[in-house]
């Protein structure tokens, strides 16, 4: 089993920035893929960004260019750095990650995998 604890959300005004982090635990080793996912009210839960354990990212065409998604194996870490950050942005947002062998093109077809307990990230003026 993998554990898997968010923090960073928050409230923000429109154009500001947060930095969500994940911290791993349990059963690291069976660890591949990462990502952040969101859900909105009344929406279904999206991936906004994926990254891949020897580095490769790849992102939602709704926050390319603005969110930044990083890890750190060493430490078992998983961060995502929101830049510019919209109304539409709010969302309940949940760290994943995938046993080994699941692409980054999955994760954005299917969900699965470990999840945590998500972090609330509203964006207002």
């Known amino acids: 089993q993998v554990q898997l604890a968010e923090s960073g959300g928050a409230w923000v005004q429109p154009g500001g920035s947060l930095r969500l982090s994940c911290a791993a635990s349990?059963?690291?080793?069976?660890?591949?893929?990462m990502g952040w996912y969101r859900q909105a009210p009344g929406k279904q839960r999206e991936l906004v960004a994926g990254v891949t354990s020897g580095g490769t990212t790849d992102y939602a065409d709704s926050v390319t260019g603005r969110f930044t998604i990083s890890r750190d194996n060493r430490k078992n870490s998983l961060w995502l750095q929101m830049d510019n950050l919209k109304p539409e942005d709010t969302a309940v947002y949940y760290c994943?990650?995938?046993?080994?062998?699941?692409?980054?093109?999955?994760?954005?077809?299917?969900?699965?995998?470990?999840w945590g307990q998500g972090t609330q990230v509203t964006v207002s003026s």
């Open positions: 349990g059963e690291i080793f069976i660890i591949g893929a």
């Open positions: 994943n990650a995938r046993r080994r062998g699941i692409t980054l093109p999955t994760m954005f077809q299917k969900f699965g995998g470990y």
